[in-house]
């Protein structure tokens, strides 16, 4: 007898400009060359202080994650069956998803993914998330976030109608943010 084979469907991918990485890698060259200016014109009485450090410490942050996408190409986005591959993350499985953001917040989209479990073990650990983060967390208050400017040419708009394509049961809710401030629950309009 013949068995019902599965048929999925091929994983969407959502792969950003190049230009855009090579664009933060020339940025990261520029903060570490701003800050080793300033660490070599300041006197030597005074110790680092944070003017000097800053810029290193961010210029490093963006040429090595500049470079590893250039350098190691991987999609920005990826949504199948199982799940969303976000590039900085990882994988996350369909079932630890709670509800999708989509944020406006500081003339900005973003896209945050709210997990059912606060500290969630994630199939992959990539180190690019300890940067990506934070700065997710301070802007519109989820750590799981990507920028619509940062995936340029994608629209934001074509990721949330591929996510709930693939899962029609995913809570989208849609939300703006007026200023820096603790991600509330109950967004303003849920899709």
Known sequence: MDQPQDIRT???IFQSSWVRWVEITALGLIGIAVGLLLLVTTTTDSPL???VVAPIAVGIAALL??????IRPVPDLTVDDNGVTFSP??????AVISRIHLITAHGMRYLAVELVDSNPRLAESRWSRWIYSPVGKITVGF??????????PISLDDIVAEL?????????ARSER?????A??????IV
Not at 178 to 182: E, N, V, Y
């Open 10 to 12: 091929p994983p969407s």
């Open 89 to 94: 993350f990882g994988r996350i499985p369909w």
């Open 184 to 189: 509330q629950p109950g967004p303003t309009d």
């Open 143 to 152: 750590p799981l976030t990507i920028s619509e400017r940062w995936l340029r």
């Open 178 to 182: 007026k200023a820096f401030r603790r």
């Open 49 to 51: 202080t944070f003017p």
């Open 65 to 70: 994650l500049g470079l590893r996408h250039i």
């Open 164 to 172: 709930h394509r693939r899962n029609p049961d995913l809570v989208i």
